[in-house]
Every structure is written in C-alpha cells, then in structure tokens.
C-alpha cells in the first residue's frame, strides 16, 4: 500500500520514503547522525496526539516493535529515543502541524556501515550533535537495509 508521490501531497520534509503502513509513513530522516533516525508521520491530517483514533495506535505500536527489531538487528542499536516534536510547525504563520514521531536510535560504541563510522557521541545524555553527511549512495543503502528487514516484519 504504498503512498504516491507522498512528498507532493505533504507540506512536510521528513526526508525519504522507506514503507508505510495502513495508517503511517515512515521515511528515513535527512539527519543520520544516528544512524537509522527515521520519521513516522500519520497519513492523514491531525495536530494532536490526543486525536489519534485506537486504530492509528494499534498500527503505531506495532511499528515501534518492528522498526526496534529491525535497527537493532541490522545496524546494532543499543536503544531508541522516540519523541513526538512539533515545535517548529508552530515557528509558521499560520502554524501547520501535524502529528509524527522521531525515531532515534541510540548507540553505545561506534557503528561501520557502508565505509562510514557513525559515532552517537553522547550516548546516554540528550546533547544536540552535528549532521553527519552522507552521500546519496549511503543513504539509499541505508533505507534499502531498513526496507528489506522491515517489510517482512510490518
């Protein structure tokens, strides 16, 4: 079931399209600081968390376990951050939120992938660390290892 030209219909850049589900989109994030950061944005329009129908959180957690395993296992993550953010929606006029989730895996010692060193820095405190820079190649190296331990899970 997968989202057509999902960045035309979006005001929204939360980077590139991995898989989606019955209710949510989840695209790897432009920041791969930490390697394997995604986004998990609902399909539909909602600004609040407390909107959600049980449906959209039955899919959600579903995600959650699955997007975990998947990271865990392919890249080694030791844990994950999730965060629900939309501070910067607000910094427009007129605001435009909508709900999604930061997923953000965390990682006690280094990671090779792809010829790169991915470093979490300050593993175990929440301090902002610089974007890493990855090529195109890298990227979609990464969103196809994601994509292909993923979808047999989802």
């Known amino acids: 079931m997968p989202v057509e030209n999902i ?48 449906e959209e959180w039955k899919d959600f957690t579903r995600i959650v376990d699955k997007l975990e395993d998947t990271v865990k296992e392919v890249f080694q993550a030791t844990m994950f951050n999730w965060g629900c953010l939309m501070n910067a929606s607000y ?7 909508h ?6 895996p965390r990682y006690k010692y280094p990671v090779k992938f792809a010829g790169l060193t ?10 902002f660390q610089p974007s890493k820079e990855i090529s195109l190649e890298v990227k979609e190296r990464i969103i196809n290892k994601i994509k292909e331990n993923l979808i047999s899970k989802i």
């Open 7 to 54: 960045e035309e219909s979006w005001n929204h850049d939360y980077g590139d399209y991995i898989l989606d589900t019955e209710h949510w989109v989840i695209f790897l994030a432009p920041n791969q600081s930490k390697l394997g950061t995604c986004v998990v944005a609902l399909k539909r329009d909602e600004v609040d968390l407390a909107g959600l129908k049980k």
């Open 99 to 104: 709900v999604h989730w930061h997923f953000i």
């Open 118 to 127: 991915f470093d979490d820095l300050f593993f175990g405190y929440m301090k």
């Open 91 to 97: 910094l427009q006029n007129p605001p435009d939120p």
